[in-house]
Nanobody, 119 residues
Framework: QVQLVESGGGSVQSGGSLRLSCAASIRTFSRYAMAWFRQAPEKEREFVAAINWNGGNPYYADSVKGRFTISRDNAKNTVYLQMNSLKPEDTAVYYC????????????WGQGTQVTVSS
């Protein structure tokens, strides 16, 4: 059973920073690629960032490139999303997701954590 628990969300003013964490209860965490997605009110869920099993090849949505950084600590079964220079349009529920390396889609999802950025 894979469980993902996000934390670190909150309210911040425009230009501020937050660091999200996702703790994974996965026996073989290093076999999973991890990602962050977000969903704003009345919008579709969208991809934010992803990272492969060993922390290499992080990639980002254009909207967050240069502002957000995804990383992981396989010893702690945790993936992070450092969010800097936050904008009101970053307001959303942020979800952590996991997939076995090589799988076509993300099969495991957390409950989400709310991020609210005020202008």
């Amino acid at each position: 059973q894979v469980q993902l628990v996000e934390s670190g969300g909150g309210s911040v003013q425009s230009g501020g920073s937050l660091r999200l964490s996702c703790a994974a209860s996965i026996r073989t965490f290093s076999r999973y690629a991890m990602a962050w997605f977000r969903q704003a009110p009345e919008k579709e869920r969208e991809f934010v960032a992803a990272i492969n099993w060993n922390g290499g090849n992080p990639y980002y949505a254009d909207s967050v490139k240069g502002r957000f950084t995804i990383s992981r600590d396989n010893a702690k079964n945790t993936v992070y999303l450092q969010m800097n220079s936050l904008k009101p349009e970053d307001t959303a529920v942020y979800y952590c997701a996991a997939k076995v390396v090589g799988a076509a889609r993300y099969d495991y999802w957390g409950q989400g954590t709310q991020v609210t950025v005020s202008s």
